[in-house]
């Protein structure tokens, strides 16, 4: 008897076949819905597409196939990388193909943000807690105990600024500090590393993230054929497609996840030595993210979650904190790492080099005026005070050179550092006039220099001692388009991100990449996907196949082999980050007319003790009559305040209100959407009759917790600080089950 494989990747003479594109059923929908494939379009089902060195994508003309040109009509040679000196060298102005490109995606929008469209700020400050002296001459990390004004404005990438909060998505996490010394802005996400290593690549990035040009939709999804296709051919991107298809990409609050100032930079001393840097912002919250279905619902019922929850925590006096960090490390590191430093591609564990808390960051003010503050903010990676300088990463050589342009055309002129939370809060000195909406011209009668006119009308002049100086750094090789071969390894930290994962977190990954993958409508894009996986992690691969329904592909063409064995690092998980307590959080609390008032009140106490918040849902937002003649409004009508907008959820009803709430709809979908999305459920004995309707009460685990007396609502609160009872998730979801 012939063996049967038992390997989805074994070869077979039964092996499906792929799917006809050309099938008008294919799809799963009506054939006058299905978009036609073009009859010329590159169809492969894994991904084997020429590379360079670097690992780089290169489609050329030739035949049928057009040469890209620029907008003057020049032939264009290389589309992938910018132009440099040596292939790890910095990037040079003289890239007219690089510059036309980046300066036309800047000015695509008027005036929103082309990226990062979607975002709310808040002020606070910066205060130094460990003197960075030894390693920099930055002002701002000199004196320990000192204050530095501070704006952060938080962000979604892909989405307009309509569009809405738990999208999945990269977060901006963008400081402006002003020092003393001018302003720092560290323009970074809450994922350590970025989808692309070049920065002629971001048009492309975004253009195929965005929704599609012909049909203007989906909006802030990346679910759709356009963007996986262009992933499916940029190795490079998988890391970072780890993080975004992680719980990452969906967090709980601003307030809980972490920053990352993405690339490498440097350090320089008095006497212009220089340290390798990397930033980090650790929230003092720890780390909290939603489920999927949550984050589908949350945005539903409330479109404004995050910015709610900053408003409200600032406002409340629960002032967001987080730590800076920094991973401080030479030259000798840097050429014994297994992967390349200036590659934003990659990160480097906290466990080769630990992280050096130097210093707080705390949010204590909303803004005055959403427009004037929030959407006018400019922030620009190239503005850095002295002590603080680049690395040659292309891709933060390419956002120095592309930012600026992008503030003066979206603030209507070179004049936008005028607007006052642009502006620096240092003495500001310079011969820039003119221009569009100019308010603080030179006065006088001197605007150059060198001049004569002598130090009472002279004006400024430069300061080659406290005046900005770049690490002199010696720049060797032929200028030419090219990565980098220590660029070339795409898949070892992407496979590394994913087994330092926790099982319910993996799990989670591979429900997004399904779901993600599901609604791209080319079979062959889907199975390109899944032909990276493969070199990521054979089981994840299997398990996204298998979701999907079809056969495993063969592993993609890697341009270095990826290596197997790197350490699990427990920092990358978010689960094995979390919070120590429920400090923060928001405990919805259900009553109806004739609740335990007893209880009720030792639950208000509980929470307080905790440091959290709580709201009341009821019935009727006039809100209920306790046992005792208490009234209590409501913060949120049953139908209006779903069980997603909280962390715990505690269901008080008399015996009478739990019959009530058994014959309503939402109240049932907040009782199974809090079980379905593993949260702690405290409850009095007579919301069993809600459970039964609800077709939970036989199902009820160990983190669901009676509320038989006031005594029992200090351990409820106690056992609310695990936020999550994962076990709950693999009986209720259907994935969870292994396949037939």
Same mark, same amino acid.
């Given at each position: 008897?012939?063996?049967?494989?038992?390997?989805?990747?074994?070869?077979?003479?039964?092996?499906?076949?792929?799917?006809?594109?050309?099938?008008?059923?294919?799809?799963?929908?009506?054939?006058?819905?299905?978009?036609?494939?073009?009859?010329?379009?590159?169809?492969?089902?894994?991904?084997?597409?020429?590379?360079?060195?670097?690992?780089?994508?290169?489609?050329?003309?030739?035949?049928?196939?057009?040469?890209?040109?620029?907008?003057?009509?020049?032939?264009?040679?290389?589309?992938?990388?910018?132009?440099?000196?040596?292939?790890?060298?910095?990037?040079?102005?003289?890239?007219?193909?690089?510059?036309?490109?980046?300066?036309?995606?800047?000015?695509?929008?008027?005036?929103?943000?082309?990226?990062?469209?979607?975002?709310?700020?808040?002020?606070?400050?910066?205060?130094?807690?460990?003197?960075?002296?030894?390693?920099?001459?930055?002002?701002?990390?000199?004196?320990?105990?000192?204050?530095?004004?501070?704006?952060?404005?938080?962000?979604?990438?892909?989405?307009?600024?309509?569009?809405?909060?738990?999208?999945?998505?990269?977060?901006?996490?963008?400081?402006?500090?002003?020092?003393?010394?001018?302003?720092?802005?560290?323009?970074?996400?809450?994922?350590?590393?970025?989808?692309?290593?070049?920065?002629?690549?971001?048009?492309?990035?975004?253009?195929?993230?965005?929704?599609?040009?012909?049909?203007?939709?989906?909006?802030?999804?990346?679910?759709?054929?356009?963007?996986?296709?262009?992933?499916?051919?940029?190795?490079?991107?998988?890391?970072?497609?780890?993080?975004?298809?992680?719980?990452?990409?969906?967090?709980?609050?601003?307030?809980?996840?972490?920053?990352?100032?993405?690339?490498?930079?440097?350090?320089?001393?008095?006497?212009?030595?220089?340290?390798?840097?990397?930033?980090?912002?650790?929230?003092?919250?720890?780390?909290?993210?939603?489920?999927?279905?949550?984050?589908?619902?949350?945005?539903?019922?409330?479109?404004?979650?995050?910015?709610?929850?900053?408003?409200?925590?600032?406002?409340?006096?629960?002032?967001?904190?987080?730590?800076?960090?920094?991973?401080?490390?030479?030259?000798?590191?840097?050429?014994?790492?297994?992967?390349?430093?200036?590659?934003?591609?990659?990160?480097?564990?906290?466990?080769?080099?630990?992280?050096?808390?130097?210093?707080?960051?705390?949010?204590?003010?909303?803004?005055?005026?959403?427009?004037?503050?929030?959407?006018?903010?400019?922030?620009?990676?190239?503005?850095?005070?002295?002590?603080?300088?680049?690395?040659?990463?292309?891709?933060?050589?390419?956002?120095?050179?592309?930012?600026?342009?992008?503030?003066?055309?979206?603030?209507?002129?070179?004049?936008?550092?005028?607007?006052?939370?642009?502006?620096?809060?240092?003495?500001?000195?310079?011969?820039?006039?003119?221009?569009?909406?100019?308010?603080?011209?030179?006065?006088?009668?001197?605007?150059?220099?060198?001049?004569?006119?002598?130090?009472?009308?002279?004006?400024?002049?430069?300061?080659?001692?406290?005046?900005?100086?770049?690490?002199?750094?010696?720049?060797?090789?032929?200028?030419?388009?090219?990565?980098?071969?220590?660029?070339?390894?795409?898949?070892?930290?992407?496979?590394?991100?994913?087994?330092?994962?926790?099982?319910?977190?993996?799990?989670?990954?591979?429900?997004?990449?399904?779901?993600?993958?599901?609604?791209?409508?080319?079979?062959?894009?889907?199975?390109?996907?899944?032909?990276?996986? *493969?070199?990521? &992690?054979?089981?994840? !691969? =299997?398990?996204?196949?298998?979701? @999907?329904?079809? $056969?495993?592909?063969?592993? #993609? +063409?890697?341009?270095?082999?990826?290596?197997?064995?790197?350490?699990?690092?427990?920092?990358?998980?978010?689960?094995?980050?979390?919070?120590?307590?429920?400090?923060?959080?928001?405990?919805?609390? *259900?009553?109806? &007319?004739?609740?335990? !008032? =007893?209880?009720?009140?030792?639950? @208000?106490?509980? $929470?307080?003790?905790?440091? #959290? +918040?709580?709201?009341?849902?009821?019935?009727?937002?006039?809100?209920?009559?306790?046992?005792?003649?208490?009234?209590?409004?409501?913060?949120?009508?049953?139908?209006?305040?779903?069980?997603?907008?909280?962390?715990?959820?505690?269901?008080? !009803?008399?015996?009478?209100?739990?019959? @009530?709430?058994?014959?309503?709809?939402?109240?049932?979908?907040?009782?199974?959407?809090?079980?379905?999305?593993?949260?702690?459920?405290?409850?009095?004995?007579?919301?069993?009759?809600?459970?039964?309707?609800?077709?939970?009460?036989?199902?009820?685990?160990?983190?669901?917790?009676?509320?038989?007396?006031?005594?029992?609502?200090?351990?409820?609160?106690?056992?609310?600080?695990?936020?999550?009872?994962?076990?709950?998730?693999?009986?209720?979801?259907?994935?969870?089950?292994?396949?037939?």
């Amino acid at each position: 008897m012939a063996k049967t494989p038992t390997n989805p990747r074994e070869k077979s003479s039964n092996k499906p076949k792929p799917p006809v594109l050309a099938n008008p059923d294919v799809g799963g929908q009506s054939p006058q819905k299905a978009p036609p494939v073009p009859a010329d379009a590159d169809i492969s089902f894994t991904y084997r597409d020429p590379q360079a060195a670097g690992g780089e994508t290169h489609q050329v003309a030739g035949g049928d196939v057009a040469t890209l040109t620029t907008q003057q009509g020049i032939p264009v040679a290389d589309d992938q990388n910018s132009l440099k000196q040596g292939s790890r060298g910095p990037t040079l102005l003289e890239d007219f193909h690089f510059r036309e490109k980046m300066f036309h995606f800047d000015h695509e929008r008027i005036p929103e943000r082309v990226v990062h469209a979607r975002g709310y700020g808040a002020h606070g400050f910066f205060e130094l807690t460990d003197s960075l002296s030894d390693v920099s001459r930055a002002d701002v990390f000199q004196r320990v105990g000192e204050r530095t004004p501070a704006f952060v404005r938080f962000s979604t990438v892909a989405g307009s600024k309509g569009s809405v909060d738990l999208a999945r998505d990269v977060r901006g996490f963008a400081v402006k500090l002003y020092t003393q010394q001018g302003n720092w802005d560290l323009v970074g996400n809450n994922i350590p590393v970025f989808f692309i290593q070049d920065a002629m690549k971001f048009p492309d990035l975004i253009h195929a993230a965005k929704p599609e040009p012909d049909r203007a939709f989906p909006q802030a999804q990346t679910a759709h054929d356009n963007f996986w296709d262009f992933i499916s051919l940029t190795p490079e991107s998988f890391h970072m497609v780890m993080w975004t298809m992680s719980d990452r990409a969906i967090p709980r609050s601003f307030r809980t996840m972490e920053g990352f100032g993405v690339h490498t930079f440097r350090l320089v001393d008095a006497k212009g030595k220089s340290t390798f840097v990397k930033f980090h912002w650790k929230p003092k919250q720890g780390l909290q993210s939603v489920v999927w279905n949550e984050a589908v619902k949350i945005n539903g019922a409330d479109p404004d979650f995050h910015r709610r929850d900053l408003w409200d925590a600032i406002n409340s006096g629960d002032f967001p904190e987080w730590e800076l960090g920094v991973q401080l490390f030479d030259d000798a590191f840097a050429d014994s790492f297994d992967f390349d430093v200036l590659d934003a591609t990659k990160l480097i564990p906290e466990e080769l080099v630990p992280i050096r808390v130097v210093g707080r960051l705390v949010l204590d003010r909303v803004v005055d005026n959403f427009f004037a503050e929030t959407e006018q903010v400019a922030f620009c990676t190239q503005n850095v005070p002295p002590g603080i300088d680049f690395s040659n990463d292309p891709l933060l050589q390419g956002r120095n050179f592309s930012y600026l342009d992008t503030q003066i055309k979206r603030l209507g002129g070179p004049n936008f550092t005028h607007i006052p939370i642009n502006a620096p809060k240092c003495p500001m000195a310079h011969f820039q006039q003119d221009g569009h909406m100019a308010m603080q011209n030179p006065k006088g009668r001197v605007n150059y220099e060198p001049n004569s006119w002598g130090a009472t009308q002279g004006g400024p002049r430069e300061d080659p001692v406290r005046g900005f100086t770049s690490f002199a750094e010696q720049a060797d090789g032929p200028k030419q388009r090219v990565r980098s071969e220590s660029f070339a390894d795409h898949y070892s930290q992407a496979r590394q991100f994913f087994v330092s994962q926790t099982a319910i977190e993996q799990k989670h990954i591979g429900d997004a990449l399904v779901f993600e993958l599901s609604k791209v409508e080319r079979p062959d894009i889907r199975s390109r996907t899944v032909s990276h996986l *493969v070199n990521i &992690d054979e089981g994840l !691969a =299997a398990t996204v196949a298998n979701g @999907l329904g079809i $056969v495993v592909p063969d592993a #993609a +063409v890697a341009a270095s082999a990826p290596i197997t064995d790197l350490p699990a690092s427990d920092k990358l998980s978010i689960v094995k980050n979390g919070p120590a307590d429920f400090k923060g959080r928001k405990l919805g609390i *259900v009553l109806t &007319d004739g609740a335990d !008032a =007893a209880i009720f009140k030792a639950l @208000l106490k509980a $929470v307080d003790g905790e440091g #959290a +918040v709580y709201e009341v849902i009821a019935p009727k937002i006039a809100g209920v009559t306790l046992s005792d003649g208490t009234t209590v409004a409501a913060r949120q009508k049953i139908d209006g305040g779903p069980s997603v907008l909280f962390d715990a959820v505690a269901i008080l !009803a008399s015996e009478e209100g739990a019959a @009530l709430l058994a014959l309503d709809a939402a109240a049932k979908d907040f009782v199974t959407d809090a079980f379905a999305h593993c949260k702690f459920i405290g409850f009095t004995a007579e919301a069993h009759a809600l459970f039964v309707k609800a077709g939970i009460a036989d199902d009820l685990d160990e983190a669901c917790l009676p509320l038989a007396s006031a005594k029992d609502a200090g351990p409820f609160l106690e056992a609310c600080r695990a936020l999550r009872h994962w076990p709950r998730e693999l009986e209720v979801d259907l994935d969870a089950r292994p396949a037939a």
